[in-house]
């Protein structure tokens, strides 16, 4: 628990840096109507606060834009550890890992981001379910002794995703 | 050659009219009869006069319509036949048409129709598909463009249905890609393969039937390139780019590649036809912009004796990795396989043999097994195999169509026809050096639900053994066996062709699928090693359709081959069942039967899988680990319903 949170602290913090400082808005309620619809009510106040956006739309969006962080963020992680890793047991799983969230960062989550400002929930819906099941997929390599290394990123994916798909449900069905 | 099905197809034993009930040494008493006869006789004659007639006027070559048809081995005599759809169009056979007339037609239910549909494998929702087309990967989707016939669950109308996916298993429908409506594919727009240019545009070449029936190629392209769907596509306005050449028949000309490169930076494609109706042969044709293509000269090889070459498939394997290659490369390290499917046999042949791109000529590693005399890509039901190139994790993946084997009538009851096999990793096999192996794609381990193991259960002669797993019909089975000789063995000769009842000293041995717990209904898949005169062994690996149900209109038969097992090898299966279709895998994929199985009591809660050994002079020991498949749940894509409010 502990090291997810720290980790969660240090990419919101790592986007908050990068991001444009937002002026403060009334918009806490919002996020908190829309955040009681999602399975993870904590992660997802947690990941929209401060966060500009006085609608769903942007919400979403930002929402979105965090899975692709953590997922590009977990790559390249795992791209590290596979070269430390190169002649253990660990190689295989964490190779095939890689090659699952290669195409996610490089096409499918941009294109989901892209579709979600043109208006596309179904895409943006679908792709996003599809990167947590990439995610649980990554996770299901390891087993046994091979304990897995990135329990916490992909989970950490995997309810961002379920947080991102439950936000978009909302934008294509309405409160 | 091999033991491959039985030469004379089981519908000679119904021959295709009613003998005449007539004796001329009784002609007092049967007066009445033969008069009848007679008048009966006239009648028929002068209807398949008739049908032949409107036959001819369709299609200009009228001997060989008949030759083609998998149902006959001789052309019909007076009486009218159904014929397969597709060959008056000038394609292979498309269809099992019914020797039995709707009277003998089994009593269907709509359990028994319903349960055929597969869990996992692609099919359209409804009607009938054909060939696989154009499959390639783009930006981070899988496509796959197939035969489609969106009014009807047999041939015709032919259009390219598309379907998209992540990860080559749960697919999702997307709205029809092409359909036949310019003049030169207005009667069907065939099969084809896709290219990817190193600049990202994407050429789709494919075969058009014109409204002559003349086969031309094709050129089209994605609308909108920055649709990761690549739902809409346009024709090239000048179509067609490639028409039948001189000596060419205009309906033996079809099916191109997907083009592979040449070191001076110019493109190939090859497309398979024929050549004095018996030699099949590859025609290769070079191009710079895919619009204005130029025939070369000679083929990039022909094997007398093949016939017409379809669905012509042209890839490069590494001798030494386990990954793939793109379609373009070449040189030490490498191999070339050509594949064809053959018209005449409705089967899939290969051969792994080199390429000189300067000559443009393919020869192969052993005359012997030249393309269409030797090996098959699949020795179940299996057709118009097509391979692409994978640059998402470098893989060569193969996609196969598996027809009905059972009626026209029954696939028009339940409303589709057709499904494709999983997708196939392809590597060159560097132990044998002499075939690939096939394996189903990893991504199917995503459907994993929980898995069943068995330790060296041992499975004495003529016994059977239930497996007590869940469900038995979305399965993924590894299964490895040990003999233990329990006599004196001689040399045998025994193949595939008796099936699993055939008892011989050494097998067979294997798994019953899709078997009820009577065992009136089975399928079983299975090894027969056999003791040689030069006191080899060699194995048979089986899978046998003849009991697989109980309805009589279905097409049951006995697949197989003989399979390399290396000395430090046990025999391994790998069978993925699911419903109506088994994916059955030897020796790690060195030969693959796929099979279609359509019972009547082995559904639902009531198929079982079972282990047995039917030798007579060996104990089996087995080790198996079987896991249940969850569907994949193949549906349209979610595009946004407009919410009325």
């Given at each position: 628990m502990k090291t997810s949170v720290t980790s969660l602290s240090i990419i919101l913090l790592y986007i908050l840096l990068l991001s444009t400082p937002l002026p403060l808005t009334q918009c806490g309620d919002l996020i908190d109507q829309i955040c009681k619809k999602t399975p993870f009510h904590d992660l997802c106040v947690l990941s929209l606060q401060p966060n500009s956006g006085t609608n769903v739309k942007s919400l979403a969006s930002v929402m979105a834009n965090l899975v692709l962080s953590n997922a590009t963020d977990t790559l390249n992680y795992i791209q590290g550890l596979v070269k430390q890793a190169t002649g253990t047991p660990l190689e295989r799983p964490l190779a095939d890992c890689a090659e699952l969230y290669i195409p996610v960062v490089k096409y499918n989550l941009p294109q989901a981001i892209n579709a979600l400002i043109r208006g596309r929930y179904g895409f943006a819906n679908y792709v996003i379910s599809d990167t947590a099941k990439q995610a649980d997929a990554c996770e299901k390599n390891f087993s046994g002794e091979n304990k897995s290394p990135l329990t916490d990123r992909n989970k950490l994916i995997s309810n961002l995703c379920d947080v991102a798909v439950a936000i978009i449900r909302i934008l294509q069905k309405g409160l | 050659m091999d033991t491959n099905p039985s030469d004379t197809p089981s519908d000679l034993e119904h021959a295709p009219y009613t003998p005449l009930p007539d004796n001329p040494s009784q002609a007092r008493i049967r007066r009445p009869f033969k008069v009848f006869a007679a008048i009966f006789a006239s009648v028929i004659f002068l209807l398949s006069l008739v049908t032949l007639i409107i036959n001819q006027s369709q299609e200009p070559l009228p001997v060989q319509n008949q030759n083609r048809s998998p149902s006959t081995s001789r052309p019909t005599k007076s009486f009218s036949k159904p014929e397969p759809r597709g060959v008056a169009q000038g394609v292979s056979p498309k269809s099992n048409p019914s020797f039995f007339g709707d009277k003998v037609s089994y009593n269907w239910t709509n359990a028994m129709f319903s349960w055929q549909r597969t869990g996992y494998h692609f099919q359209p929702e409804k009607n009938w598909m054909n060939d696989p087309d154009g499959p390639l990967f783009y930006k981070g989707w899988y496509h796959l463009f197939y035969q489609y016939n969106p009014d009807s669950a047999t041939w015709g109308n032919i259009t390219w249905g598309h379907a998209v996916s992540t990860d080559l298993i749960h697919w999702l429908y997307l709205p029809l890609a092409m359909v036949p409506d310019h003049w030169y594919d207005i009667n069907g727009v065939w099969t084809g393969s896709a290219t990817l240019l190193p600049d990202g545009r994407i050429v789709m070449l494919y075969t058009g039937s014109t409204n002559e029936s003349v086969q031309v190629q094709n050129l089209a392209y994605p609308a909108n390139l920055s649709d990761p769907l690549l739902i809409d596509w346009i024709k090239y306005p000048n179509n067609p780019v490639i028409k039948p050449p001189k000596g060419i028949e205009a309906d033996e000309f079809r099916d191109p590649t997907t083009a592979w490169m040449e070191p001076n930076g110019t493109w190939r494609i090859t497309i398979g036809s024929r050549h004095k109706k018996t030699i099949g042969i590859s025609l290769v044709y070079q191009t710079s912009d895919f619009t204005t293509f130029k025939l070369m000269n000679g083929v990039l090889h022909a094997v007398p004796g093949t016939g017409m070459w379809e669905c012509v498939d042209f890839y490069p394997v590494s001798v030494n990795g386990s990954t793939g290659l793109d379609t373009s490369a070449n040189g030490p390290g490498t191999k070339h396989v050509l594949k064809a499917s053959l018209d005449d046999t409705k089967r899939d042949h290969y051969a792994l043999g080199v390429y000189d791109p300067v000559a443009d000529k393919w020869t192969p590693d052993n005359p012997k097994e030249d393309v269409g005399i030797g090996l098959q890509v699949d020795y179940g039901r299996y057709y118009a195999s097509k391979t692409f190139y994978d640059q998402n994790k470098r893989r060569r993946i193969l996609w196969g169509w598996i027809n009905e084997t059972d009626t026209e009538t029954d696939d028009l009851a339940k409303g589709w026809a057709s499904v494709q096999t999983i997708p196939r990793n392809v590597i060159f096999d560097n132990k044998t050096g002499t075939n690939i192996l096939q394996w189903p794609v990893e991504e199917i381990e995503s459907l994993r639900l929980r898995s069943t193991e068995f330790r060296e259960i041992v499975v004495g002669p003529g016994s059977v053994v239930p497996l007590d797993i869940g469900q038995a019909t979305q399965l993924d089975i590894f299964a490895e066996f040990e003999l233990e000789i329990t006599s004196e063995t001689k040399p045998e000769n025994y193949?595939?062709?008796?099936?699993?009842?055939?008892?011989?000293a050494l097998g067979p041995f294997g798994l019953l699928v899709i078997a009820d717990k009577t065992l009136s209904e089975l399928t079983p898949i299975f090894f027969r090693p056999v003791k040689t005169i030069e006191d080899t062994v060699k194995t048979y690996f089986c899978a046998d359709e003849t009991r697989s149900t109980k309805a009589p209109d279905v097409f049951k038969q006995v697949y197989g081959t003989t399979v390399p097992v290396l000395?430090?090898?046990?025999f391994q299966m790998r069978v993925l069942v699911d419903h109506s279709i088994v994916e059955s895998f030897g020796q790690g994929g060195r030969r693959v039967i796929t099979s279609r199985i359509y019972p009547t009591e082995a559904i639902f809660g009531n198929a079982k899988l079972f282990l047995f050994n039917n030798a007579t002079g060996v104990n089996v020991k087995a080790t198996l680990k079987i896991w249940e498949l969850n569907s994949a749940f193949i549906h349209p894509f979610p595009f946004d319903q407009i919410r009325m409010e």
């Open positions: - | 193949g595939c062709r008796g099936g699993a009842v055939d008892r011989s000395a430090d090898e046990k």
